[in-house]
C-alpha cells in the first residue's frame, strides 16, 4: 500500500546533539511534503514545506530538511537541538494525484535531555 | 491573530450517545478538513468541504457525518459513537485546495472520550 514511513517512533538526544528524522514515501509522480511538529499539548504546527524549486528547505526554530526525488526521503535535519524541541514531528505527503489530501506518518516523538 | 478554533477541547459521551464536534476558522480559506488521531497513530483524513462541497473519504464509517453552514464554521457529527471512535478529532483548513501549492493549517484538536 502506498504510505508515508517514519523511520523512528522514539529518539532521545541530549542537547547540543545534531537531529536527523527520516521520512519516506511511497507515492509516484509530483508531491507536496510537509514537517508539523506538535508540542506537548498544542496543536500541530507547520515547520517547512517542499512544493517545488530548491530541495533543500529551510524552515522555522533551525530546522531544515532535504528533498531528495530518487530516494523518496524528505529527512528533517536540525544540527544543534535545544531541550524545546521536545515534541512530536510528523511527515506528511500530498500525493499528486489524491488532490490535496494530507498522509501523515505515524510520528516521531523526540525526547531531548538537558 | 487569524486561527483554527476547535470546540470543545474535551468532550465526553456515553457509548452510542449521538455527539457534535465543532470548528471555526477566521482564515477565510475554502476548504476545511477533519481528522481523527488515534493514540500512538497518525492523523488521519476522515473528510473535506471544498467550499460547500463534501467530499467524503472511502473507508470513512457512516457513523460519521459532517455539516458546513457557512465558510466558517464546520462541525462533525459522530451518530452513535462506540469505544473505537475514542480519539482526537483534528480540523484543518486551506486557502483553495490547489494541489501543489497549499498547505493545511491545524486546530488544536478535540480529545473525545467515550464511556
Known amino acids: 500500500a502506498q504510505s508515508v514511513s517514519q523511520h523512528n517512533h522514539h529518539v532521545i538526544l541530549s542537547e547540543a546533539a545534531s537531529l536527523e528524522l527520516g521520512c519516506n514515501y511511497s507515492?509516484?509522480?509530483?508531491?507536496?511534503l510537509f514537517w508539523y511538529v506538535q508540542y506537548p499539548g498544542q496543536h500541530l504546527q507547520l515547520l517547512l514545506k517542499y512544493f517545488s524549486g530548491d530541495p533543500l528547505v529551510k524552515g522555522i526554530k533551525g530546522f531544515e530538511a532535504e528533498f531528495i526525488k530518487s530516494k523518496f526521503s524528505f529527512n528533517l535535519r536540525k544540527p544543534s537541538v535545544q531541550w524545546s524541541d521536545t515534541a512530536e514531528y510528523f511527515c506528511?505527503?500530498?500525493?499528486?494525484?489524491?488532490?490535496?489530501?494530507?498522509?501523515f506518518g505515524a510520528g516521531t516523538i523526540l525526547r531531548v535531555k538537558s | 491573530d487569524a486561527m483554527v478554533i476547535q470546540n470543545p477541547r474535551y468532550q465526553v459521551t456515553q457509548f452510542g450517545k449521538p455527539v457534535t464536534l465543532s470548528c471555526s476558522q477566521t482564515l477565510n480559506h475554502n476548504v476545511m478538513y477533519w481528522y481523527q488521531q488515534k493514540s500512538s497513530q497518525a492523523p488521519k483524513l476522515l473528510f473535506h468541504y471544498y467550499d460547500k462541497d463534501f467530499n467524503n473519504e472511502a473507508d470513512t464509517p457512516d457513523n460519521f457525518q459532517s455539516r458546513r453552514p457557512n465558510t466558517s464554521f464546520c462541525f462533525l457529527d459522530i451518530r452513535s459513537p462506540g469505544l473505537g471512535d475514542a480519539a482526537m478529532y483534528l480540523c484543518a483548513t486551506s486557502r483553495d485546495g490547489t494541489p501543489f501549492q497549499d498547505t493545511q493549517y491545524f486546530g488544536p484538536g478535540t480529545r473525545l472520550t467515550v464511556l
Open positions: 507515492y509516484g509522480g509530483t508531491v507536496n
Open positions: 506528511a505527503v500530498t500525493p499528486g494525484e489524491y488532490g490535496n489530501k494530507l498522509v
